[in-house]
């Protein structure tokens, strides 16, 4: 398995600067099967039945006390890292571009689900984690920055917006909407079929070279996110392993087209934004990112 | 001798910047295109009425009759919204111009083959004067309108109302995985690049009208049904909420 990875990445390396033009006529066969929409213009994306996933209090409620102080300071870092978590950020994303609509959208690792859960066993860590923990796990890698103290403001506001967010949740139980979606593969993710969907679903918002696109006033941070590149998430970055990545793309992606493309097409993207080139994995020395393929191909 | 390379160092440096501020200067306005645009959006043509006896002496819309502004919008949204109100899907024997398939989009199907339209926008009025439009004149007008300055008058809103759209074009409603209208519109609704439009300054009829009109299928040409499957999820207290909440934002827009 280690050396079909290897030998995958040095095709890769080699293939750089081969990347031929794509046409947009050609037939393709991954993209025979049309995404047929019901031709009275119902809606195409499965809709959520009310109650099948937890509400969360309204930010209207936020309380006028101190814990509501504190519950606003973390939802402006969480929504507004760049600007309010300056000093822990190495990259250009706000906690929300990947937990999306400010922490609660299921479906898309939300906050609420995710408070009650911790304490928990984590294979990364292979220890038991705190919810603090994890959250530095996210400032380390998806924000390519540096971990916040557990008792810092930051960490201390962040964990009371959380905390509000989760008022009522049961604890210690997973709840539906958690994490992203479980998807099956059924046949090898192609980077080939994951470049053609890139450019056909993705392009239009994250841009043809995947650097997405930054405000157009001078506010800090991206309308449209990078997938890669060195304002992106890094090596070690959750959302940098192919399954992950294919998990959270099929659940949110395209943004509010959720659960449109097929498991096997989630994949073919998500090794297509594995292979490019993106922050190095901090736990490893220089010379292994560059000589080693970085963790979370595909199994 | 011992200079020349420090001399030959600054002088890459500064040759570099320069063509660096040169490549990042935004693109001059196209002067020509520009006044004659000017002149069929004031004037009109033979059958082509005068954009600005609807659309307003300065492309500001007209807010009573919903006429939408056209001041500040994105010169390759204006152009690509006159062709698909031009575009008839169900006329035969016309010439279609190769166009990318995009499978998201409801399939047409005619006798003999599917054709995957990159949708079109019915209106009795636009749809008539968008067909006696040539592509120079579609170029034109864009340039005129896109360069014209624009400012908003925030309308007065109930707190009510207000805190609702807010909560839609901020948060969406993530319970139903729909996102927030500004993730696509810009902050505010200001609109971002040339796909996605700008809510905040348009009439709030219009805003509704229009999501009413993807909801009966009357218009299917937003790029990769994004915003078609927005539509079908939002109910009329949703679109009023929304559309007031944008006529609510103040905006100033000014050609860079």
């Not at chain 1, 033009?21 to 037939?27: F, M, S, T």
């Not at chain 2, 971002?192 to 218009?219: E, S, V």
Request: proline fraction near 9%; hydrophobic fraction near 35%; charged fraction near 20%.
């Amino acid at each position: 398995m280690k050396l079909q990875l290897i030998l995958l990445w040095l095709i890769l390396i080699s293939s750089i600067g081969l990347a031929q033009e794509l046409d947009p006529l050609e037939v393709r066969p991954s993209l025979a099967t049309p995404r047929l929409s019901i031709p009275t213009n119902l809606t195409t994306v499965p809709v959520v039945n009310p109650g099948e996933y937890f509400v969360p209090p309204y930010v209207e409620d936020i309380p006028d006390d101190n814990f509501g102080e504190l519950v606003k300071i973390g939802r402006n870092i969480f929504v507004n890292t760049q600007k309010y978590g300056k000093r822990y950020v190495g990259n250009g994303l706000n906690c929300t571009n990947c937990h999306l609509s400010e922490g609660r959208k299921a479906n898309a690792a939300p906050l609420w689900a995710a408070y009650g859960l911790y304490p928990m066993y984590r294979h990364k860590n292979k220890e038991v984690v705190t919810f603090e923990e994890r959250i530095q796990d996210c400032f380390k890698y998806s924000l390519d920055g540096i971990a916040p103290m557990v008792d810092s403001p930051e960490m201390e506001a962040l964990v009371a917006y959380a905390h509000w967010l989760s008022k009522g949740v049961p604890v210690g139980i997973a709840l539906p909407g958690r994490g992203f979606t479980p998807i099956k593969k059924t046949r090898t993710p192609s980077t080939e079929n994951g470049e053609i969907l890139y450019k056909t679903q993705c392009a239009i918002c994250h841009g043809k070279d995947g650097l997405g696109y930054k405000y157009e006033d001078d506010r800090p941070g991206y309308m449209f996110p990078p997938l890669w590149g060195p304002d992106s998430f890094n090596r070690a970055a959750g959302m940098n392993k192919v399954k992950t990545a294919a998990q959270f793309i099929k659940a949110n992606m395209p943004l509010g087209k959720g659960f449109t493309l097929t498991d096997d097409e989630a994949l073919d993207i998500g090794l297509y934004m594995w292979i490019q080139s993106r922050p190095y994995d901090p736990r490893r020395s220089i010379i292994t990112n560059i000589f080693m393929p970085p963790p979370g191909g595909c199994e | 001798m011992k200079k020349l390379p420090k001399i030959l160092l600054i002088i890459t440096l500064i040759g570099g910047s320069l063509v660096y501020w040169i490549q990042n200067q935004p693109p001059p306005i196209d002067e020509a295109a520009r006044q004659a645009g000017e002149q069929l959006a004031t004037k009109g043509r033979d059958n082509i009425p005068a954009c600005t006896t609807c659309h307003g002496s300065k492309g500001e819309g007209n807010f009573a009759a919903n006429f939408p502004r056209l001041a500040g919008l994105h010169p390759d949204y204006i152009i690509k919204q006159l062709q698909d109100y031009a575009r008839d899907p169900l006329q035969t024997g016309v010439k279609l111009e190769p166009i990318a398939r995009d499978y998201s989009k409801t399939p047409r199907i005619y006798s003999d083959l599917t054709v995957y339209t990159p949708g079109t926008r019915k209106d009795p009025i636009m749809n008539n004067i968008a067909k006696a439009l040539t592509p120079t004149d579609r170029k034109n007008l864009a340039t005129y309108f896109s360069t014209l300055p624009f400012q908003a008058t925030p309308q007065p809103v109930d707190f009510q109302t207000l805190e609702r759209g807010a909560d839609l074009a901020l948060r969406g409603k993530p319970e139903y995985g729909l996102p927030s209208c500004d993730s696509c519109h810009g902050p505010d609704g200001k609109g971002f690049g040339p796909y996605f439009p700008p809510l905040a300054g348009q009439p709030p009829q219009y805003l509704i009208d229009q999501i009413n009109k993807w909801q009966t299928g009357k218009r299917d040409n937003d790029s990769l049904a994004l915003m078609q499957n927005i539509a079908n999820q939002l109910t009329d207290g949703d679109k009023m909420n929304a559309a007031a909440y944008f006529s609510n934002r103040s905006l100033i827009v000014n050609w860079k």
